[in-house]
């Protein structure tokens, strides 16, 4: 038997808020990924994970479906901004990674949406982190005399550490602003599970 669960619809000023605040993290993190900090780690590392967390609230809110359209119009938005400010190559490899990552951690996190609280949001997260990495790192940097693969290492490392550090917000944040509204309340639309 399969369950049917509903979530709020968005707003019009909710969706172009959570797409502004997806490209600024991503076009924020594109520009601080080209300075490393030191051999196995750039600036880009401390505030990609963010993403996720914008990513996780929107899908604990409003689904997946939400999050995802999300995504889409914050890729779309982060990879024509990030031409202008990042070297095309690194904003061709930023895309691809935040689209895949970001689908696949809201995947990971709607799977486990009625596990524990913690963890939709950490494996959805360590997920997500991972192939973001591996895709941007090799694509970005192979082939060039970047040190990519110590760069990949360190930043991965981080961003997974990270990723555990912003249980504590999302976990203070889901009850306010990534609580399911009251279904009676707001028009929802229902979503199969996957």
């Known amino acids: 038997m399969t369950s049917v669960q509903s979530f709020p619809r968005m707003s019009h000023v909710q969706f172009v808020l959570a797409v502004l605040i997806m490209g600024t993290v991503v076009v924020g993190s594109n520009i601080l990924v080209q300075y490393p900090v030191n051999d196995w780690l750039t600036w880009g590392a401390l505030t990609y994970p963010l993403a996720f967390l914008v990513a996780d609230l929107l899908n604990r809110r409003f689904g997946p479906s939400a999050a995802r359209r999300v995504a889409y119009v914050g890729f779309v938005l982060a990879l024509v901004v990030s031409v202008w400010v990042a070297t095309p190559r690194i ?19 709607h799977r486990l949406r009625h596990q524990a609280w913690w963890r939709a949001p950490l494996l959805g997260g360590v997920a997500g982190a991972t192939l973001d990495t591996f895709v941007f790192f090799s694509v970005a940097f192979a082939g060039t005399p970047v040190p990519w693969l110590t760069l990949m290492v360190g930043d991965l490392i981080i961003k997974l550490a990270l990723n555990a550090g912003l249980l504590a917000p999302f976990r203070a944040l889901m009850w306010n602003i990534g609580r399911p509204g009251d279904a009676a309340s707001s028009p929802a639309t229902p979503v199969r599970p996957v």
Not at 95 to 102: E, H, N, S, T
Request: proline share 0%.
């Open 91 to 109: 904003a061709f490899a930023s895309g691809l990674a935040f689209l895949v990552a970001q689908l696949l951690d809201i995947y990971v996190f």
